[in-house]
């Protein structure tokens, strides 16, 4: 798992406006047998089944080969993620290189296991879901900008801006590149401390 902080990310974006992408488009289910953890592989094979045909052909109409659209934020339909709960979803969307994923809903267990591996979920209202949308198809170069500190979602063609909800623990993990283990290590005089005090 690649450990980044996020702070501050400006990037173009890919659009991928499906409703209900569940975790077995994310990543199929015949890659949960890999013995591996390299995000790099499961990158490799996120929507595997629609970004290749069925004989290991680039499917050419996809978005993810589609030259046309480039950068690290995913913009999705509603409801991402649902399905079963397998992490291996977050990590093939941050084996891919996407440090965010915006849309109006996420599957609950996917969106905390997009947390987990560093990638931000970021929930935005339909509307501005549906303009982020409008402005990607008519100028793919545009630039969207989220904000972590703030919690700002920001459509730099049209200079809307929403803010996001993010749980205060997961946001300082992101800003800083902690993991839940590392957060312990770097509270651990704490924990002693307080240990010490309430036996």
């Not at 996917?110 to 591996?117: A, D, F, G, S, T």
């Not at 500190?149 to 993010?166: D, H, Y």
Request: glycine share 6%; aromatic share 12%; charged share 25%.
């Amino acid at each position: 798992m690649m450990k980044q902080k996020f702070n501050i990310i400006k990037s173009t974006c890919i659009p991928l406006p499906l409703e209900n992408v569940d975790t077995d488009q994310i990543i199929p289910a015949r890659f949960l047998k890999a013995t591996t953890r390299d995000e790099k592989f499961f990158g490799e094979n996120l929507f595997r089944d629609w970004r290749y045909k069925e004989d290991g052909s680039l499917n050419e109409s996809f978005v993810l080969n589609d030259p046309t659209y480039t950068g690290c934020f995913l913009v999705a339909g509603k409801n991402f993620g649902s399905g079963s709960s397998r992490e291996h979803a977050a990590w093939a969307i941050a084996g891919y290189g996407f440090r965010a994923v915006i849309s109006s809903f996420f599957a609950d267990i996917h969106k905390n296991n997009e947390l987990n591996n560093f990638v931000l979920p970021v929930v935005v209202t339909e509307e501005f879901l549906k303009e982020l949308f409008d402005s990607i198809y008519e100028d793919p170069s545009m630039m969207v900008e989220v904000n972590l500190p703030e919690q700002t979602v920001t459509n730099c063609k049209t200079g809307r801006q929403e803010t996001f909800e993010i749980n205060g623990y997961k946001k300082h993990c992101l800003m800083n590149g902690l993991d839940d283990i590392d957060y312990l290590l770097e509270n651990q005089d704490k924990i002693v401390e307080w240990e010490k005090n309430n036996k």
